[in-house]
Each structure stands twice: as structure tokens, then as C-alpha cells.
């Protein structure tokens, strides 16, 4: 069975850092992209990140409205996801998914909550 | 960005009844490559979304065939046949041949 587990999220203020993870089982996850997909009441569903696999180098794309300030980065190793926040606002609240790549986001996690607010 | 339109917002149906959502895109979805990345996803209650069909007309693994899509181009079409009560959600069209995005999504719910 296919499970993505993220974890990571709480309550950090305006200017803060946070770092997601995703752990995932039930897949070969060296040989899928991953991405990071957040919701919001106020924008819907927002593709954040992607990260591709060793062999494209582990090349990233990011959302113009977070390049720069979030990080994307995995360690097949580990099977795992990661998600670096740094310079939050409060327009970054929502729920945060990893999801992994086939044709279209062929799995999703849980999701784990991030809120922004002093 | 490639804004992705939905209607209606709320479908009200009843059970056993067929329901159609409709998704446009603001430009066209076809990738160079030939592919078309279209694919339609179903949050229930609760739950993260769960993919239902891929490029355009591909039903996910363990997705009934009851669920059926089709369009080209910029305009796309999810149809359910037969809706049962674990089909109520809201149903959200993703297009990831530009950089993703997602519409706003179309509420199921019971009559």
C-alpha cells in the first residue's frame, strides 16, 4: 500500500522558519518526482514545489510566490521529502500535501497544517 | 498561469442519477510531446484528494468505471454515471502541462 506521511507543521509567527517532512512507503520513491501542494480556504489547491530524481541531477521548481524563500530537497536514502520555509507570511497558512509524481499527482499525503499569525 | 475554470460550483444529484463537471483551461493543455496533461482529483470529507483520471480519459488504478473524462484542447468534461453516496466530495481539474494549477473545485452533493 502506497503512504505518504508528512509531519512538521504547527503555529509559527510572521518572519519564521519551519522545515516539512515527508516520509513515504509502499513505492519505489528513488524513481518518482515529488512535489509539495498546498490549500487554503482563500486560494484552493497551489502547486508549491516539485523536485525531479538523481539521475535529472534532483533539478527544483518552485511557485514564483515562494522562490527564494522555500527549499525543496529529498534523501532517496531515507525515503524521504523535506520542505525548507524560511521568511513565512501569513499568506503561506494552509494545509501542505506531498504528493508523488507519475503522469499527475498519482499520490497525495495526509497533509500536515501550517499557520502563520504572531 | 494557466487559470482553470469549473461549473458549476454545487451539483446537486440524486443517487443513481449521472452528473457532469465541466473544466475549461485559458490556454490550451496540449503539451509539445502530444500529451495532454488534464487529470481530474476527488476530496472527500476530511481527506487529501485522491486522483480519478489522468490525461484527460486514463481512469486512476481502483477508480470504478462508472467515472469517465474526456475534451481536448481547453475544454474538458468529468462524467459519473450512476453516482453513489461515496462519490460526494469536491471534485477539483488540475492541468500540469504549464506550471500546475488546479480549479476551484465542484461540490457533489445529494439532492
Known amino acids: 500500500e502506497v503512504k505518504l506521511e508528512e509531519s512538521g507543521g504547527g503555529l509559527v509567527q510572521p518572519g519564521g522558519s519551519m522545515k516539512l517532512s515527508c516520509v513515504a512507503s509502499g513505492f519505489t520513491f528513488s524513481s518518482y518526482w515529488m512535489s509539495w501542494v498546498r490549500q487554503s480556504p482563500e486560494k484552493g489547491l497551489e502547486w508549491v514545489a516539485e523536485?525531479?530524481?538523481?539521475?535529472?541531477?534532483?533539478?527544483?521548481h518552485y511557485a514564483e510566490s515562494v522562490k527564494g524563500k522555500f527549499t525543496i530537497s529529498r534523501d532517496d536514502s531515507k525515503s524521504r521529502l523535506y520542505l525548507q520555509m524560511n521568511s513565512l507570511r501569513a499568506e503561506d497558512t494552509g494545509i501542505y500535501y506531498c504528493t508523488g509524481l507519475g503522469d499527475a499527482m498519482d499520490y497525495w499525503g495526509q497533509g500536515t497544517s501550517v499557520t502563520v499569525s504572531s | 498561469d494557466v487559470v482553470m475554470t469549473q461549473t458549476p460550483l454545487s451539483l446537486p444529484v440524486s443517487l443513481g442519477d449521472q452528473a457532469s463537471i465541466s473544466c475549461r483551461s485559458s490556454?490550451?493543455?496540449?503539451?509539445?510531446?502530444?500529451?495532454?496533461?488534464l487529470h481530474w482529483y476527488l476530496q472527500k470529507p476530511g481527506q487529501s484528494p485522491k486522483l480519478l483520471i489522468y490525461?484527460?480519459?486514463n481512469r486512476f488504478s481502483g477508480v470504478p468505471d462508472r467515472f469517465s473524462g474526456s475534451g481536448s484542447g481547453t475544454d474538458f468534461t468529468l462524467k459519473i454515471s450512476r453516482v453513489e453516496a461515496e462519490d460526494l466530495g469536491v471534485y477539483f481539474c488540475?492541468?500540469?502541462?504549464?506550471?500546475?494549477?488546479f480549479g476551484g473545485g465542484t461540490k457533489l452533493e445529494i439532492k
Open positions: 490525461k484527460v480519459s
Open positions: 490556454q490550451s493543455l496540449v503539451h509539445s510531446n502530444g500529451n495532454t496533461y
Open positions: 523536485i525531479r530524481l538523481k539521475s535529472d541531477n534532483y533539478a527544483t
Open positions: 488540475s492541468q500540469s502541462t504549464h506550471v500546475p494549477t
